[in-house]
C-alpha cells in the first residue's frame, strides 16, 4: 500500500539517521503533498493548511508526516534534518513507464512510440493543467548545496513563477525533439488533477542567491536524446 510503505520506508530512514548519528539527512518532499484548495503562490508555511488532491492523497500524507517527523527530531535533538520540496523532476535515466513514470518522461515514450509506429500521440487529460518542471542535474546540485549550507527546516527547490508551462505545450516540445510530426491528442477521459501548483521560491532564492535554472526546452532536448540513444536499457 502506498501510504504504509512511503510512512515505514520514512520512518525508519529518519529514525536509524538519529540513533546512528548520522551528520545531516535531507529529505525530499514534493510539491503534491501541498493542500488541494489553496491560494498561490504556495510556500513553505502551507503544507499542512488542507487535505491533498484527492488523486495521490496517501503519497501526499506520508510524505507530510516525513516532515513533521524531521522537525520533530529537530525540536527536540537538534538534529540537522532537513527537507527540501522540488517540483516535478525530469532528466536522464528516469523512469519512462507509460503507466507509473512522472509526466514528462512518460509523454517521450508515448511520443517515441507515435513516431516509429506511424500513430497518434496521445496526451492523458485536457493538456490545460500548468507545471512548474526541474531539471534532474539542477536538482542533484541543489540537494548537494542543502546538505552542505543549507540548514532551513523545509525548503522549496524551484523555479520562478514565471516558469510554469501547460502539459499540452510540453507535449509539443517533446515533439519537436522526437522529430514527431503528426496529430497530438488530448484525451480528456482522464483526470488533470490539480490545474495548477504553483509555488513561491523566495526562501531558496534569499538563502541560495539567484541560481541559473536549466530552461524547460533544453532541458526536455537533452532528455529525449538520452531516451533515444538509451532505449534499449532504459526504465521503461
Given at each position: 500500500?502506498?501510504?504504509?510503505?512511503n510512512?515505514m520506508?520514512?520512518?525508519?530512514?529518519?529514525?536509524?539517521?538519529?540513533?546512528?548519528?548520522?551528520?545531516?539527512?535531507?529529505?525530499?518532499?514534493?510539491?503534491?503533498?501541498?493542500?488541494?484548495?489553496?491560494?498561490?503562490?504556495?510556500?513553505?508555511?502551507m503544507?499542512?493548511?488542507?487535505?491533498?488532491?484527492?488523486?495521490n492523497?496517501?503519497?501526499?500524507?506520508?510524505?507530510?508526516?516525513?516532515q513533521?517527523?524531521?522537525?520533530?527530531?529537530?525540536?527536540?535533538?537538534?538534529?540537522?534534518f532537513?527537507?527540501?520540496?522540488?517540483?516535478?523532476?525530469?532528466g536522464?535515466?528516469?523512469?519512462?513507464?507509460?503507466?507509473?513514470?512522472?509526466?514528462?518522461p512518460?509523454?517521450?515514450?508515448?511520443?517515441?512510440?507515435?513516431?516509429?509506429?506511424?500513430?497518434?500521440?496521445?496526451?492523458?487529460?485536457?493538456?490545460?493543467?500548468?507545471?512548474?518542471?526541474?531539471?534532474?542535474?539542477?536538482?542533484?546540485?541543489?540537494?548537494?548545496?542543502?546538505?552542505?549550507?543549507?540548514?532551513?527546516?523545509?525548503?522549496?527547490?524551484?523555479?520562478?513563477?514565471?516558469?510554469?508551462?501547460?502539459?499540452?505545450?510540453?507535449?509539443?516540445?517533446?515533439?519537436?525533439?522526437?522529430?514527431?510530426?503528426?496529430?497530438?491528442?488530448?484525451?480528456?477521459k482522464?483526470?488533470d488533477?490539480?490545474y495548477?501548483?504553483?509555488?513561491?521560491?523566495?526562501?531558496?532564492?534569499?538563502?541560495h542567491?539567484?541560481?541559473?535554472?536549466?530552461?524547460i526546452?533544453?532541458?526536455?532536448?537533452?532528455?529525449?536524446?538520452?531516451?533515444?540513444?538509451?532505449?534499449?536499457?532504459?526504465r521503461?
Amino acid at each position: 500500500m502506498m501510504l504504509e510503505d512511503n510512512l515505514m520506508i520514512n520512518f525508519n530512514v529518519v529514525k536509524c539517521s538519529h540513533e546512528y548519528k548520522v551528520e545531516k539527512l535531507v529529505a525530499c518532499l514534493s510539491t503534491c503533498i501541498f493542500p488541494d484548495k489553496t491560494t498561490y503562490p504556495i510556500n513553505e508555511t502551507m503544507l499542512h493548511d488542507g487535505p491533498p488532491h484527492t488523486s495521490n492523497d496517501a503519497y501526499a500524507y506520508a510524505k507530510r508526516m516525513l516532515q513533521v517527523q524531521c522537525k520533530a527530531y529537530r525540536d527536540n535533538y537538534g538534529d540537522s534534518f532537513v527537507c527540501v520540496i522540488p517540483t516535478n523532476v525530469y532528466g536522464p535515466n528516469d523512469n519512462f513507464n507509460l503507466i507509473d513514470g512522472h509526466v514528462i518522461p512518460s509523454l517521450i515514450h508515448q511520443c517515441y512510440l507515435a513516431e516509429k509506429d506511424g500513430g497518434v500521440f496521445v496526451v492523458k487529460g485536457s493538456g490545460k493543467p500548468l507545471r512548474q518542471f526541474i531539471y534532474s542535474e539542477d536538482l542533484a546540485e541543489l540537494i548537494m548545496w542543502a546538505l552542505h549550507d543549507c540548514d532551513d527546516e523545509t525548503i522549496i527547490l524551484s523555479v520562478s513563477e514565471s516558469s510554469e508551462i501547460s502539459i499540452s505545450d510540453v507535449a509539443k516540445l517533446i515533439a519537436k525533439h522526437v522529430g514527431y510530426k503528426d496529430l497530438i491528442i488530448c484525451d480528456e477521459k482522464f483526470s488533470d488533477g490539480q490545474y495548477k501548483k504553483t509555488v513561491d521560491n523566495t526562501r531558496f532564492i534569499e538563502q541560495h542567491g539567484e541560481y541559473k535554472f536549466t530552461d524547460i526546452g533544453d532541458g526536455i532536448k537533452k532528455t529525449v536524446e538520452w531516451f533515444l540513444i538509451n532505449y534499449a536499457n532504459s526504465r521503461r
